[in-house]
């Protein structure tokens, strides 16, 4: 799915979500892979105690993490581009005063200083294609989390065969890698609790190798603690330095 006209390339996730809900379905979701990485979730919560604490999430999406991270009590905060999905978000996280989200850009906006005591990444940062979006967006990342604090990049898209030299566009990677964005596939969705079939083009990703995830990491000043490859992609537990 290409982006509307004039606007990003990773703008296209919004355009992907209206698409979905002119289909009537109520949300985007794969209920096997959600309720994977709610057991993740749990297990980040817990391990590093953020019970109380700031946790912020990048790409926030329909807010389903979100969800999980206020009810174990922990004060969340998401940020995301897409105005579609932040109106779902908003409907789920309504009953819960320690959660909050925010439509920004986190590659352009501004963020706040060392103001987290944890965050995490789900599928966000494949999302971006060129090495100056990465290096942008890692550097928010880094910016706003407090010293030492953990950073979780969850379910990434992984693949060992993939181009690892510089890209400068999202043209380059179009014909780089030959990705069909207009012709729509089946995908999942809910409607009413009840999944159903959409068609919609898939998104330009942009995975990396796991070397190629590790490299990109420690550049941007994360220490990687745990590394985890699963079928179809790889998580990623780091710490800020």
Same mark, same amino acid.
């Given at each position: 799915?290409?982006?509307?006209?004039?606007?990003?390339?990773?703008?296209?996730?919004?355009?992907?979500?209206?698409?979905?809900?002119?289909?009537?379905?109520?949300?985007?979701? %794969?209920? &096997?892979?959600?309720?994977?990485?709610?057991?993740?979730?749990?297990?980040?919560?817990?391990?590093?105690?953020?019970?109380?604490?700031?946790? /912020?999430?990048?790409?926030?999406?329909?807010?389903?993490?979100?969800?999980?991270?206020?009810?174990?009590?922990?004060?969340?905060?998401?940020?995301?581009?897409?105005?579609?999905?932040?109106?779902?978000?908003?409907?789920?996280?309504?009953?819960?005063?320690? *959660?909050?989200?925010?439509?920004?850009?986190?590659?352009?906006?501004?963020?706040?200083?060392?103001?987290?005591?944890?965050?995490?990444?789900?599928?966000?940062?494949?999302?971006?294609?060129?090495?100056?979006?990465?290096?942008?967006?890692?550097?928010?990342?880094?910016?706003?989390?407090?010293?030492? *604090? &953990?950073?979780?990049?969850?379910?990434?898209? %992984?693949?060992?065969?993939?181009?690892?030299?510089?890209?400068?566009?999202?043209?380059?990677?179009?014909?780089?890698?030959?990705?069909? /964005?207009?012709?729509?596939?089946?995908?999942? *969705?809910?409607?009413?609790?009840?999944?159903?079939?959409?068609?919609?083009?898939?998104?330009?990703?942009? &995975?990396?190798?796991?070397?190629?995830?590790?490299?990109?990491?420690?550049? *941007?000043?994360?220490? /990687?603690?745990?590394?985890?490859?699963?079928?179809?992609?790889?998580?990623?537990?780091?710490?800020?330095?």
């Amino acid at each position: 799915m290409r982006p509307d006209e004039g606007k990003p390339y990773y703008t296209a996730y919004d355009k992907r979500y209206r698409s979905v809900y002119e289909q009537g379905a109520d949300r985007y979701a %794969c209920i &096997p892979e959600e309720e994977k990485i709610r057991g993740i979730i749990r297990k980040y919560v817990k391990q590093f105690e953020l019970t109380g604490k700031k946790v /912020v999430e990048f790409g926030c999406g329909e807010g389903w993490a979100g969800l999980e991270f206020a009810k174990l009590g922990s004060i969340y905060q998401g940020y995301d581009i897409a105005p579609s999905a932040l109106e779902k978000a908003s409907a789920l996280l309504s009953e819960y005063m320690n *959660a909050n989200i925010c439509l920004q850009d986190v590659v352009l906006g501004e963020f706040p200083v060392e103001a987290f005591d944890a965050g995490i990444d789900i599928s966000c940062l494949h999302m971006f294609i060129t090495d100056v979006d990465r290096k942008k967006y890692l550097g928010n990342v880094y910016k706003c989390l407090k010293p030492r *604090a &953990p950073m979780y990049f969850v379910h990434e898209s %992984c693949r060992d065969d993939i181009y690892g030299g510089e890209v400068t566009s999202y043209e380059q990677w179009l014909e780089l890698t030959g990705e069909d /964005v207009d012709t729509p596939q089946e995908r999942g *969705a809910l409607k009413n609790g009840e999944e159903i079939t959409v068609m919609i083009p898939c998104i330009a990703a942009r &995975p990396r190798s796991e070397k190629g995830y590790r490299e990109e990491l420690v550049a *941007a000043g994360f220490e /990687v603690v745990e590394l985890e490859r699963h079928t179809w992609g790889i998580n990623i537990l780091t710490r800020k330095l």
